[in-house]
């Protein structure tokens, strides 16, 4: 039943009782009563009454199917015709009328036979049978077709029964059929335009340039066909009718009868359907079609902005490389002419880039659906352009301070070459006079008049100036052709005095004569003295004022007896910076010595003092080993006075390092501890026993400034080893002293790693049973899971996430590195645990297309994959090398 319900019912149409219809048995002609009623006609028909029930019902249906509800509504007028037939006839057409006529009856009119016996038998029947057949409407009897025009006017009646209607059966069929296939057309096509507008409607609109373009071209084909269907349509029903109104056309006297009336209404009405179902379609088609435009639009944006954006990363990348500033005037220039050949080599992706932008910017004008999605991406193209055009303009501002800075520094160099060569050339037997004195001091002092423009003689003034430049190298450079110029203008001081005095005498000259040996004058012995130079540590630079000279500068006599060779000058220079610096590490040392000592003895022994014990907080009871921490164990270290040795035999200080190696990893310990120190000192550092303390030692710090000296130590070997090494370029003990730097870098790394480590939160399982901290270190991270995948989410997660990673032998963590405030302290980072993977089941793609800063780690199969981005190519090979070394070594295991 349900079935049979949901069937669509269909009214009957002329193709599916053509042959009924042909037979023409019942006809409507088109006629209407007085009233407007519509009239249906029972020809003559001899085999009437063998006409199947199923036929003589369909028929009978479709008639009374056609004219208008209104007219239908007012009642059907049937003519019987069956003046040629007998009584028989009659009583049968009635009787399967009565039965079988779903119409609403007005009138019967029957026509009754001609001859007089069959006539007379027909009046006595329709007497007798009249409540037989069941009719609630009069049946009027007639003898001739002029009693039927007394009820109907002839213009409603065809020449058959007297009238003047014209009508054709064929013709009738013919436009029926039209009509109907016309209304079918009508709705297919309506169905056609639902579909194909569904259809578009669901559409889901592709990621990339190729699919939207075959999806708007295969919407764009479909959509032309329909309209070729739809004009088809529009014509069909133009000739239709034209077709019925043919008769008019042809003859102005013509009229349309109802019926034919009522089918030009028909299709009108059908027309004007079509037309309104092809303006909606095309209002819709226009929105769907702007779409799949401003989609191609945007795939297109997005491809070139892809494109762009990395030739823009790459110059990016090629301009952050530029991070040397030059050594001499020479290296420089070459670098301003690869900057220029850098800024000409960007021009043409600046362009597009800018174009692009403008190209989005017209994109959001124009209304684009797309415009959270476009604009972003104009926005970052404009900030990469300017940020390329402003670093272009910062590099060229530093290179041409560095060239500025360079060229006086060569000029000075220069000027103190020249001075030296002037000095050594100046013969001492023509000194001896009162003549050649004076020569020799007019040369000297026509040559210091040009010693302004070359004189770099204050150095904060000279810092000041090329700060932002200034790194370890050019300030060690600077400074020694700082000391370079003072020894220089201290050797023509001298000078000039002997001169001056020489000049000044009225004697005879004096033949020169060479010094005895034992008139010469001895070297001073070096002693043990705190040096008036210092090292500042400013992040990775190292800035030196103005340091000692060596004794044998300030011992030489540098009047007339022994000329000064260039070469001396600087090995005596390079000497001289070396014992600086062991100077500068013993005093250092032995003042550190002597802090420990402080406050070991000021401090941590005063807490067991019972004197004290009640001015010690509740909270510090019991506590002096997480408050110092191995400071102690440092001290005793540090007090077998080793490095003291080194200042005869500075050889022996990379010795001395390379020595104590094992037993540097002490300021580890010390630096894992430091959090939990700082923390209880924030907690009771406010209290009087520390206090009291700080006032029986004369300490103008408090304890806290103490206790950071072992992580200001552990820095500075590293700086005083750096420069011993910059010292000793290509001599013996230069491998010892390379090794002994990369032993305090790597003490400093594993203290510093083992700093992160401590602040991990979240993390389940136990840290050291991870095996061996390698790496740590931020980057940017993509994923990229097999298991729910979704492209559109991919496309949209454009911002990479922030992770800080932890590389152990047996695992790889990575971390969220978060910053909180601690009671009003500076921030303090912590890093929260995220995820995990196990280094036996990693795979690593070291190489990762359009950015080399960037590798893979996948896992389980390429399931999950982890794109991680390094801030440069050598931190990603560094860690790529970690990670191939722990791989090589689980597999060497295996085997």
Known sequence: TDEIMQQEIRPLVAVDIIEQLHRQFAILSGGRGKDGAPIITFPEFAGFSDIPDEDFLNVVTYLTSIPSLEAASIGFIIIIDRRRDKWSAVKASLTRIAGAFPGNL????????SRFIQ?????????????????????????????????????????????????????????????????MTVKTTAQMLQTFGTDLAETELPNDVQCTEELLSAHTDHHSKLKDELKLAVKQGATL??????????????????????????????????????????????????????????????????????????????????????????????????????????????????????????????????????RPKCVELRRICDDFTNETKKKYDILGKSLELHKQLDKASQWCEAGIYLLASQAVDKCQSQEGAETALVEIEKFLLTAKEHQLSNPKEFYNQFD??????????????????????????????????????????????????????????????????????????????????HPSFQNHNF??????????????????????????????????????????????????????????????????????????????????????????????????????????????????????????????????????????????????????????????YQLLLKEMLKCSKNSEGTAELEEALATVLDIIKSVNDSMHQIAITGYEGDVSELGKLLMQGSFNVWTDHKKGHNKVKDLARFKPMQRHLFLYTKMLLFCKKREENTDGHEKTASYSFKNSLKMSTVGITENVKGDNKKFEIWYNGREEVYIIQASSVELKNTWISEIRKVLTGQLEACR
Request: hydrophobic content about 35%; overall charge neutral; charged content about 30%.
């Open 468 to 549: 932002m430049i200034l790194t370890s190298e050019i300030k060690a450079n600077a400074q020694r052709i700082l000391q370079k110029l003072e020894d220089v203008q201290e050797m023509f001081d001298k000078r000039q005095v002997s001169l001056k005095k020489l000049a000044a005498k009225q004697t005879r000259p004096v033949q020169p004569v060479a010094p005895h040996p034992e008139s010469s004058p001895k070297r001073a012995s070096p002693k043990i003295t705190r040096p008036a130079g210092r090292i500042f540590k400013s992040r990775s630079t190292v800035l030196f004022d103005k340091p000692n000279r």
């Open 106 to 113: 007005q009138l019967v009119f029957v026509l009754r036979p």
């Open 119 to 183: 006539r007379t038998i027909a009046d006595i029947g329709i007497k007798l049978y009249r409540d037989d057949f069941k009719m609630k409407v009069p049946i009027i009897m007639l003898n001739s077709v002029s009693d039927l025009h007394g009820y109907i006017d002839k213009s409603q009646l065809t020449r058959e029964l007297g009238g003047t209607l014209e009508y054709g059966h064929s013709q009738w069929i013919h436009h029926r059929t039209a009509i109907e296939n016309f209304a």
């Open 559 to 716: 009047g007339l007896s022994l000329p000064l060779q260039s070469g001396g000058l600087c090995n005596s220079l390079v000497r001289s910076y070396s014992d600086h610096i062991i100077n500068e590490l013993i005093e250092t040392e032995r003042v550190y010595v002597e802090e420990l000592q402080s406050i070991i003895e000021g401090y941590a022994s005063e807490m067991d003092n019972p004197n004290l014990v009640h001015l010690i907080p509740s909270a510090l009871q019991n506590k002096k080993e997480i408050l110092f921490g191995n400071l102690p164990e440092i001290y005793e270290f540090h007090n077998r006075h080793e490095i003291e040795n080194c200042i005869e035999n500075p050889d022996l200080l990379a010795r001395c390092f390379l020595k104590r190696k094992e037993d540097l990893q002490i300021y580890e310990k010390y630096c894992q501890n430091k959090p939990r120190s700082e923390a209880l000192w924030r907690q009771c550092g406010d209290s009087i026993f520390f206090q009291e303390c700080q006032r029986k030692l004369d300490h103008k710090l408090s304890l806290d400034a103490y206790l950071l000296k072992p992580v200001q130590r552990i820095t500075k």
């Open 241 to 374: 009718l034209t077709c019925i109104r043919e008769p008019v056309t042809r003859s102005a006297n013509s009229k349309l009868s109802p019926d034919e009336l009522e089918n030009v209404a028909t299709v009108e009405r059908l027309l004007a359907q079509l037309d309104e179902t092809e303006k909606a379609f095309d209002q819709f088609w226009t929105k769907h079609h702007l779409k799949l435009e401003q989609c191609l639009q945007l795939r297109h944006f997005e491809h070139d902005f892809r494109e762009v954006k990395l030739t823009l990363d790459n110059l990016m990348e090629a301009q952050a490389g530029f991070a040397d500033i030059g050594d001499s005037v020479t290296r420089v220039e070459h670098l301003l002419r690869e900057q220029k050949q850098l800024e000409e080599k960007g021009q043409e992706p600046l362009e597009k880039a800018q174009s692009l932008a403008l190209h989005g910017e017209q994109l959001i004008q124009n209304n684009h659906y797309a415009v959270d999605s476009i």
